[in-house]
């Protein structure tokens, strides 16, 4: 996920969906490969709702029923349950008509006319341009009104729905990036059999750990979101989300000897269960941590060299990922390039085992 807010949430439960669609240029990507819709009913129902309560007008049954009824607020109560949290509609209908929400009213209208105006079409592109030619993308981008400030996405294998959280703070262009990062996810989950077919054939605890080098994808979609290896992956955050980003990548030597450290004990079977496993994977994701920024830095780094026809086989196989890498890595090194690490041999030998490789 692309932000703090957008941290790793479970794919799910299904529901309806889709609502008001994209314009059709939103299809000129291939049309038969997208299936993009924007749907902004549970927000304009809330904001419908909120202008009642500004003006001092009475809210009548219709109203409720319009939001309740909504394509997003239905999912949303789906997507809550699964997570095992408590959800209601009169406890949706407190926060609604609370002092704090009515007071950003205003915000809320603007940012949502903002975000309408999105070109989704764009995002959509970025995404299939870092995607194999079979992948599709399907799913709903829901803009939301809601108690929770966080932002995830949802049922991402069978009726992909992306939820944002409808923040004043953020700006168009960075609810297109967003947008982007999380269609290159639902494109890659479309073509998921590839990578799940590439490590087969390994050992038990070298799978799960080649499973987990599926993580790196944060960093692929970053780069997608972007646009390519040339542009900053931040260029449209404010700055103090810029700097924190330089920091992180400047780590990324540490890093990736902490993340190597990390799969080598889960294809050695030192973490064996998938609680162990969760718990010290999970670690790395953070605000953007090291499966983002290792995994952007890689992916980067086997574009600049070898084209990005060869990344994108690389994104859905693990033991070529880090072998192609490496080779990248290595060329740049004795050219006196600046300074890059390897993966260690004994990783490599691990992700490798039981391959025809």
Known sequence: MRRAAFAPAAAGLAAAWLA???????????????DLRLDTTEAVAVLDILAKEQAHRPVDSADWARLFASAPYRRL???EAFMHRAFTDSAFAAFVRSDTL???????????????????????????????PEARIAAAVFPVIKPLT????????????????????????????????ELHHVGYASVS?????????????????AEWVGAFGEGFAMLAAAGGPDVDAHW??????????DRDL?????????????????????????AQRDSAGSTFFGIQGPWYTVGWRMAVTIEQRFGRARLIACMFDPPLLLVTYNAAAAEQNRAGGPALPLWSPQLLA???AGSAR
Do not use: M
């Open 20 to 34: 008001t669609a994209v314009p059709a240029r939103a299809q000129a990507p291939a049309a038969r490969r997208l």
């Open 77 to 79: 109560r789906v997507r």
């Open 102 to 132: 009515v007071a950003r009213t205003p915000a809320l209208r603007r940012t949502l006319s903002d975000w309408e105006a999105a070109d989704l079409a764009g995002s959509a592109e970025k995404a299939f341009a870092y995607l194999p």
């Open 150 to 181: 966080n932002s995830f996405v949802f049922d991402l294998q069978t009726d992909a729905a992306i939820f944002l959280y409808l923040d004043p703070s953020q700006t168009r262009e960075q609810f297109e990036n967003v947008v982007a990062h």
């Open 193 to 209: 059999a590839r990578f799940d077919s590439s490590i087969a054939g390994l050992p038990p605890d070298a799978h799960a750990a």
């Open 236 to 245: 449209e955050s404010p700055p103090a989300e810029r700097q924190r980003w």
């Open 250 to 274: 400047a780590a990324f030597a540490p890093d990736l000897e902490r993340v190597q450290h990390f799969l080598l004990d889960v294809a050695n079977g030192t973490l064996k269960t998938d």
């Open 350 to 352: 691990a992700l490798q």
